[in-house]
């Protein structure tokens, strides 16, 4: 049964790495293996039980398969009311403009400089936000700024490179990063302390080269538009929704509540804020800037999908695949920089979710003591935290390795091959780079 369950998550890695080839949405697919790899694990084994389940209650198989179900779900669902909240936070943000007081102040035609101010504007927007959200607010700006496909298309390669690094170094600004913080594996101070400096080399490299190559300045760039959106409410919608996310390691380190308490905090005071500003208008006029128009836009696939693989990856915790696998990769690499950095460039093929996912069902957190292996394990050992930027920042070296780089791939409708050419190549520079710095930072 083990084998056949390892079957049916293979292939369903396949038809959510070939998505766009098969025309199957993969949240359908990650749904799909998630559950059927649990119900494959519940009905697939009869008396005598395997030996993985040796420390089965007397209470009986399907109260012992329920009980570690409810144990998964548990820390899922805070990931994913996590999600949800900063999700929402940010199209309300959108809704009322705000990221139009950070955008219209760009004000430059040279290339070179301009490429500049949209990586490092990239680059932090993306630590505040999320490297999803800001890759889509960043190619919006482009639109506006580039009018020339070729040139955008080199800006666009950058926005990705920026918005993995500066996410990577973030609790909250890579999906990846946000599931290690939540789990414990790494606290806020720490990753951001241990990680800007790399997460910034593996920016700068590949930014430093390309624009070298861009000579001249933008022509025909268009005007900013205006926006019926009243300056006082950019302010309050930015600066409440902005503040809202970067205080929530604040309130998690005050009150040691799990972040998605902090988020859901945070999207009470911003909504509550909106409908005060908003209370007296028509409802034809303040539908679009309530909380519940940014309910309805929130990227619910991308929910499902995360709901899914992490369902998907549970089950292979529980047959004990993840654990030979730890062992494995011990055994063959039996160094943690290394195992790290193979999980990164694997993360440019396959989603850096489930490959995160995973590795926190391989290896638990340790305590500090003798064994100089378990101690790269405890809590901000250097596994973790080379996970955090390598799974965060492997991803750029393929369009496709990273949520920010398919959403910059469809919006821009950048060709794989043309990424492949121009950009790979200078990603995997930024991302060894960094990797080294990381690595000298503790040898």
């Known amino acids: 049964m083990t084998s056949i369950i390892l079957v049916v998550f293979l292939m369903g890695y396949i038809l959510i790495a070939t998505e766009h080839n098969v025309k199957i949405d993969k949240a359908a697919t990650a749904l799909f293996i998630g559950v059927a790899c649990w119900a494959l694990m519940v009905t697939g084994y009869a008396e005598p039980l395997p030996h993985w389940l040796s420390d089965i209650t007397t209470l009986g198989k399907n109260h012992f398969f329920s009980e570690r179900l409810a144990h998964h779900i548990d820390e899922i669902s805070g990931i994913l009311l996590f999600l949800m909240g900063a999700m929402t936070i940010v199209e309300?943000?959108?809704?009322?403009?705000?990221?139009?007081?950070?955008t219209d102040r760009i004000t430059t035609k040279k290339k070179s400089r301009l490429l500049w101010i949209i990586a490092l504007l990239t680059f932090f927007l993306s630590a505040a936000l999320d490297n999803l959200t800001t890759s889509i607010v960043m190619i919006s700006l482009l639109r506006k700024l580039i009018p020339d496909q070729p040139t955008r298309w080199l800006f666009a390669g950058i926005v990705v490179i920026a918005a993995n690094a500066g996410g990577a170094w973030s609790p909250i600004g890579d999906v990846t990063t946000t599931m290690l913080w939540i789990g414990g594996q790494i606290t806020s101070g720490s990753v951001i302390t241990q990680l800007i400096i790399p997460s910034l080399i593996c920016l700068l490299v590949p930014l430093t080269i390309l624009s070298i190559q861009l000579k001249g300045d933008i022509q025909g760039a268009a005007n900013a538009s205006t926006t019926p959106v009243a300056r006082k409410e950019q302010n309050v919608?930015?600066?409440?929704?902005?503040?809202?996310?970067?205080?929530?390691?604040?309130?998690?380190?005050?009150?040691?509540?799990?972040?998605?308490?902090g988020i859901m905090l945070s999207l009470g005071i911003l909504w509550i804020a909106t409908d005060l500003m908003h209370g007296r208008k028509l409802d034809e006029e303040k539908s679009r800037f309530t909380a519940l128009h940014a309910l309805r836009k929130i990227d619910m696939p991308s929910i499902l999908f995360f709901l899914g693989i992490l369902l998907a990856v549970g089950a292979l915790q529980e047959i004990g695949l993840l654990s030979n696998a730890a062992i494995w990769l011990k055994e063959q690499l039996n160094n943690p920089y290394t195992i790290n950095l193979t999980i990164g460039i694997l993360s440019a093929i396959i989603d850096n979710v489930p490959l995160v996912a995973a590795s926190i069902g391989m290896y638990?957190?340790?305590?500090?003591?003798?064994?100089?292996?378990?101690?790269?394990f405890v809590q901000d050992g250097v596994f973790w935290e080379f996970l955090a930027y390598c799974a965060g920042t492997g991803g750029s070296i393929?369009?496709?390795?990273?949520?920010?780089?398919?959403?910059?791939?469809?919006?821009?409708?950048?060709?794989?091959?043309?990424?492949?050419?121009?950009?790979?190549?200078?990603?995997?520079?930024?991302?060894?780079?960094?990797g080294l710095v990381y690595i000298l930072m503790h040898a």
């Open 364 to 376: 638990p957190i340790t305590e500090m003591g003798t064994d100089a292996w378990a101690n790269h």
């Open 237 to 261: 919608a930015l600066i409440l929704g902005l503040g809202g996310l970067l205080a929530v390691p604040i309130f998690k380190q005050l009150t040691h509540l799990p972040p998605f308490m």
């Open 398 to 434: 393929l369009i496709i390795g990273s949520a920010a780089g398919v959403a910059v791939m469809g919006l821009e409708k950048i060709d794989f091959g043309w990424y492949l050419k121009k950009i790979s190549i200078w990603a995997l520079l930024g991302y060894l780079s960094g």
């Open 92 to 102: 309300i943000i959108d809704a009322h403009d705000g990221f139009k007081l950070i």
